[in-house]
Nanobody, 118 residues
Framework: VQLQASGGGLVQTGGSLRLSCAAPGRTFSGYVMGWFRQAPGKERELVASIFWTGDSARYADSVKGRFTISRDNAKNTVYLQMNSLKPEDTAVYYC????????????WGQGTQVTVSS
């Protein structure tokens, strides 16, 4: 599954961005989808995940209450709405996916840069 992420950019502290992740010609049915991020000098962090067919969404403590992951089944697209952005949210964000039951995310999109200025 080839994932295409978009929507990154430069925003001021307190601003919002929405990231999108699509897999042209493929369905996400049965896949757990998520977003990782990695900032320079920091470990990669799973910020949010969602089951494609369920309502379950999980978030890292660092983004709870500010980020929302969602999906549009008709468009085979996953979104990450990021509100109240902080400089520490600056990172490259990666869309990821794995088949239900898999232990690791085996599908990765290209990263999209999010920069939050103070």
């Amino acid at each position: 599954v080839q994932l295409q992420a978009s929507g990154g950019g430069l925003v001021q502290t307190g601003g919002s961005l929405r990231l999108s992740c699509a897999a042209p010609g493929r369905t996400f049915s049965g896949y757990v989808m998520g977003w990782f991020r990695q900032a320079p000098g920091k470990e990669r962090e799973l910020v949010a995940s969602i089951f494609w067919t369920g309502d379950s969404a999980r978030y890292a403590d660092s983004v709870k209450g500010r980020f929302t992951i969602s999906r549009d089944n008709a468009k085979n697209t996953v979104y990450l709405q990021m509100n109240s952005l902080k400089p520490e949210d600056t990172a490259v964000y990666y869309c990821v996916g794995k088949q239900g039951g898999a232990s690791a995310y085996g599908y990765w999109g290209q990263g999209t840069q999010v920069t939050v200025s103070s």
